[in-house]
């Protein structure tokens, strides 16, 4: 079954970060504990009640993510090479981090509202916002294939244009989600009952073999999927945080 176009599975390499950081040893000691399942649980709930209610990840970032993600993040792979982010565009990382998610987010949201699990391109963007997508080709096509660049200059502007582009359609696409009351509506339910309910909220935990997120190998990580994404958790100081908020596809 497919839930997308190819397009959009394009699109989930490059969510900041998306790809795995690190490696994972699956192992006994890497069982998750009935402890870590409930708060696992608890936290994963209430972050997608939050998501929804808010339709915007910023606010979440302070409420449960670890204080430097951003930092912890790997940009080697995914939407941004390093070789995109040029040293006086660092500190705008978090504004991309956040234009991004939302992005993709709320795309997720509203086609999954819109036309379910069937793959209908004219449908696929919300019309305006496709207008403004056909009206920047450039940009668009350089997000889509990936593309690095040679010179300071050309990974400025591409940075910067993307960065745009996201932060334009963003409002627009939280507009029509809110409008067709999207994550509440008939065919949202409809694309729910579709799903494969057997593995959302399930926790699971994982060992680092190696060094992760920055953290030291043998840090123990805790996974929980839910529709379209999973969150990558850790312990600290005696509570769980979000170390990745990352897009899935099936």
């Keep these: 079954m497919r839930l997308f176009s190819i397009e959009l599975i394009i699109l989930a390499s490059f969510l900041l970060a998306a790809s795995t950081i690190g490696s994972y040893a699956q192992s006994d000691t890497a069982k998750i504990t009935p402890q870590e399942n409930r708060e696992a649980n608890l936290l994963a709930h209430r972050f997608t009640t939050r998501l929804l209610q808010t339709k915007d990840v910023k606010p979440l970032i302070k409420e449960y993510f670890v204080r430097d993600f951003i ?26 981090y956040v234009a991004e998610t939302n992005w993709l987010y709320l795309l997720m949201l509203y086609q ?20 403004i997508i056909e009206k920047d080709p450039d940009t668009w096509k350089a997000m889509d ?35 067709i009351r999207a994550g509440h509506n008939a065919t949202w339910r409809k694309t729910r009952s579709q799903m494969p309910n057997d593995r959302y909220y399930k926790p699971w935990a994982s060992v680092c073999d190696s060094a992760c997120y920055g953290f030291s190998k043998g840090t123990r990580m ?5 529709p379209f994404f ?16 990352q897009f899935t596809a099936d």
């Design 71 to 96: 930092q912890r993040l790997d940009y080697d792979s995914g939407f941004l090479d390093k070789r995109q982010i040029t040293p006086e565009r660092r500190p705008e990382l978090p504004r991309f």
């Design 112 to 131: 999954g509202s819109k036309t379910g699990l069937k793959d209908d391109d004219d449908v696929y963007f919300p019309p305006h916002v496709k207008r």
């Design 145 to 179: 294939e990936v593309k690095y660049f040679d010179t300071t200059a050309e990974a400025t502007r591409y940075f910067d244009n993307a960065l745009r582009l996201l932060e334009k359609t963003v409002p627009l696409l939280r507009r029509e989600a809110i409008k």
């Design 222 to 226: 805790i996974g929980v999927e839910f």
């Design 230 to 245: 999973d969150l990558t958790l850790i312990k600290i100081n005696g509570r769980l945080r979000v170390l990745n908020f």
